[in-house]
């Protein structure tokens, strides 16, 4: 039950929103409500205003343009994303991690600027969305900002995203020929969320060589991160089996592992080399298929 008074806002513009925003004093935005609303049902969050972005239609947009760029609105849900032809073509990581948020519920009403915006250390796509090199796209008093994933984010809750901004929109860059990827996931038997996800995004040379490898890791540490080790050993290999486990095995390097009664820190590190030899196996396979 939440006991605290709030006013609730429908606005039907992203300008309206950010008016909104910025109007109200303590003011949340909801979009699906799988983060926000429990925290208002335990007394965590108290906001004095909701401001639900439903009504905007153009955020659930997927949409793919002239340069090849995938633009996925903030409101697009994870199961419409799972579903969607073009990024199952070309985005198989981000279809694959949306695919396995939560259940078939959560996936039907959560979405994916909620979750990236969220920024929970468990979470699914922002492993995708570090290792397709993203942007994520947000409308504040001042404007249009687009912020790198790589910069998006900061630590457990926290990003890079202004108090008085939305995400309206991720963008990808459309990916090189002979790109592949792939998404692996070691989940938490109840609630799903990543205990380890590894997303590999790998581009091979015409002889099958790794011409280039970006990898996004979450669960493990405090924020989403890319496994810099691992690309670098990869790259330039010939993607074999002894390169790939040679990799994965510096996916853990330099983190600070999360430890908790899921998974101790050590055994986190231990499941993120082997998600990743998981995920750059068969990235390699789909970039050279």
Known sequence: MITHPFTYQAPATIEEAVGSLGRTGDAKVIAGGHSLL????????QPEALIDLRRIPSLAEIRTEADGTIAVGALATHRSISHHEAIRQKLAALAEAASMVGDLQVRARGTIGGSLAHADPAADEPAPTLAFEATIRAVG??????????DFFKGPFETALAANEIVTEIRFPAPQARTGSAYAKFAHPASRFAVTGVAAVVTVKADGGIERAAIGVTGAAAAAYRAAEAERALTGTKGDAKAIAAAAAKAADGITALSDLVASSEYRKHLVTIYAKRAIERAIQRARS
């Open 38 to 45: 429990p925290l208002m049902k335990l007394g965590l969050e």
């Open 141 to 150: 008093p001042q404007g249009r900002r687009d912020i790198r994933a790589a």
